[in-house]
């Protein structure tokens, strides 16, 4: 029997999700937003467009919501993007594990201009895309989970050093465990 891949990887109750999760909660809507975009241009969108050359969809996906953050475009396009390009894109890769993990991370990213708690996606996903394109898929759990308490330290790291001190208008975000 074939080993079942975890499509997320991290464990929502580890004590450095919590504490990622209540740095977010810090922050304001925007700070957040460019959190996750930036972190996913530079990080995760590299192991898609290298796994699958010519492929735009997570891109533009990340594109449309700076553009919809802009004010240059309106939410429907930006929806559409991400559910019909890059969602789909990762819908298409159940061969690839790692590329498919990196399109679901950049469109939970996207989305965060819609719901922000979909930028604990960045991390999940995201960890599944870095431990998947660094390993491979037939590692142990501790592997696993090594690689990804280092990708939350590096997105937690990350979004520390873009954080505002005593943000006056931090984000109200309804976590769902």
């Known amino acids: 029997m074939a080993k079942k891949i975890r ?18 909660d810090t922050q304001s809507k925007a700070t957040i937003c460019k959190w996750c975009m930036d972190y996913a241009e530079a990080h995760i969108l590299p192991i898609f467009e290298r796994r699958r050359p010519g492929d735009g969809r997570p891109r533009n996906a990340l594109n449309a919501a700076r553009d919809y953050l802009d004010g240059k475009v309106k939410f429907p396009v930006v929806k559409n993007i991400i559910l019909n390009e890059c969602h789909a894109a990762a819908r298409e890769l159940d061969s ?53 308490k280092e990708v939350c330290a590096d997105i937690t790291a990350a979004l520390r050093t873009i954080a505002v001190e005593n943000e006056p208008n931090p984000a109200k975000i309804k976590w769902r465990r």
């Open 96 to 148: 690839d594990p790692a590329a498919q993990a990196a399109a679901r991370a950049c469109g939970q990213s996207s989305a965060v201009v819609h719901t922000l708690s979909h930028s604990l996606g960045l991390y999940f996903y995201g960890a599944a895309a870095v431990a998947y394109d660094r390993v491979g898929t037939d590692e142990t759990a501790e592997v696993y989970d090594r690689i990804a």
């Open 7 to 24: 499509k997320m990887l991290g464990d929502v109750n580890a004590p450095e999700v919590a504490a990622l999760m209540r740095l977010i």
